[in-house]
């Protein structure tokens, strides 16, 4: 029986403590009740704001051009690497959790190369190996790799592999969906062709567009590539230079949010107040869960602040199911696990979530565990 009041947004909703899609702000939601032309003037002129802006996250000015593409991340992950790759590419691909598992399948449909280097979901890529795979196979024209895998939380070594990439004469695509906005990615320090994300992670607006940002120089060179009419990135790109417009319909009401959204992440003070906040939530939860005896998968080492993955609790009280759906009877929304190397749940620190909103989550898990008589929440046996 929920014992305290369930906690809301500003519009009434559960909170969502997962990795997307995530809780909004009223005034994103707001900013989808009126109605746009596709080609009206007005919609034209807030898209090409959205679009001017991403690149300056990375600090691309210039040298990156954003090419939005319609549909959820996987949407612009698959046009990143469908289009960026040629026929007669390879592509090295690190895997450690599902959105590597995800683009290899991406690769494969498309009939392209993989040489796969695989790890555990909370073990970060062998750079000694990535390198030696690298100066072993000169066939291998691309790697791809996960920036925040949110199978675990891990943050991956995105510079490091770059530079590897880099001193072997390579391209380097990132999928950076759940860390875009929250952690950095400067273009002038870390050397990539292209970084896929979307309008639902960090920047805090609503399911349905992608976006990736590529190095115009590397876009160029991309014509024929593409095994989709839809997912072409070049075609995409040059039809906006063309006419300003999509080729075909947009999510209007989408993009609307994500420019409301994207004003409130500068406002907020971009990517250091974002991940800034993001950062406290995390260590607000981990210092909270250790406090009732629950344990994260990962080190602090490894550990972004996205979405943390915590083991089930040995205790045979200890029902997931029950505990889910308690949590959500007090207005909190969490994810099971996805690994393979232990069984966990998951709750995640990004949206519209603030200390007050990770504490009542805190007070709320308390009940929770007590009234399932839940006395150890450590994963060792007692």
């Known amino acids: 029986m929920t014992t305290s009041a369930p906690a809301r947004s500003e519009t009434g909703d559960p909170l969502l403590l997962t990795p997307g899609p995530l809780t909004t702000s009223k005034a994103v939601k707001e900013a989808m009740v009126h109605d746009w032309g596709s080609r009206d003037a007005a919609f034209i002129a807030i898209n090409k704001a959205v679009m001017d802006g991403l690149p300056k996250i990375i600090h691309g000015e210039g040298r990156f051009s954003c090419v939005p593409m319609q549909g959820s991340g996987t949407f612009a992950v698959e046009a990143m690497l469908t289009t960026f790759v040629p026929k007669s590419g390879e592509v090295l691909v690190l895997i450690n959790g599902a959105y590597g598992l995800r683009a290899k399948r991406i690769l494969d449909i498309a009939g392209r190369a993989v040489v796969v280097h695989e790890t555990a979901e909370d073990t970060p890529p062998d750079l000694a190996e990535v390198e030696r795979i690298l100066a072993a196979r000169p066939s291998i024209t691309h790697v791809f790799a996960v920036h925040c895998e949110t199978t675990s939380g891990i943050r991956n070594p995105i510079a490091e592999i770059a530079a590897i990439v880099e001193r072997q004469g390579r391209r380097f695509l990132v999928d950076s969906m759940s860390a875009f906005g929250a952690l950095p990615l400067d273009s002038r320090e870390v050397r990539f062709d292209a970084v896929a994300a979307s309008s639902n992670k960090c920047i805090q607006g609503v399911p349905g567009l992608g976006f990736v940002l590529c190095r115009n120089e590397a876009l160029a060179e991309t014509q024929g ?35 409301r959204a994207l004003e409130e992440f500068q406002a907020e003070g971009g990517v250091a107040g974002r991940g800034g906040r993001y950062a406290d939530n995390a260590r607000i939860l981990i210092e909270g869960m250790a406090a009732m005896g629950f344990e994260t ?31 959500k009877e007090r207005g909190f929304v969490i994810y099971p696990g996805k690994l393979t190397v232990a069984d966990s749940f998951r709750i995640g620190c990004i949206g519209d979530l603030h200390a007050k909103d990770m504490r009542a989550a805190l007070a709320a898990i308390g009940e929770v565990i007590a009234e399932m008589g839940v006395t150890a929440a450590s994963a060792k046996a007692a």
């Open 225 to 259: 590539n593409a095994t989709t009419l839809v997912l072409d990135l070049f075609d995409q790109h040059a039809v906006f230079g063309r006419t300003g417009q999509y080729r075909f319909t947009p999510p209007i009401h989408v993009i609307v949010a994500f420019h």
């Open 297 to 327: 998968l990962l080190p602090a080492s490894l550990q972004a602040p996205i979405i943390v993955t915590f083991h089930m609790p040995r205790d045979p009280k200890f029902v997931f199911q029950r505990f889910y759906d308690a949590l």
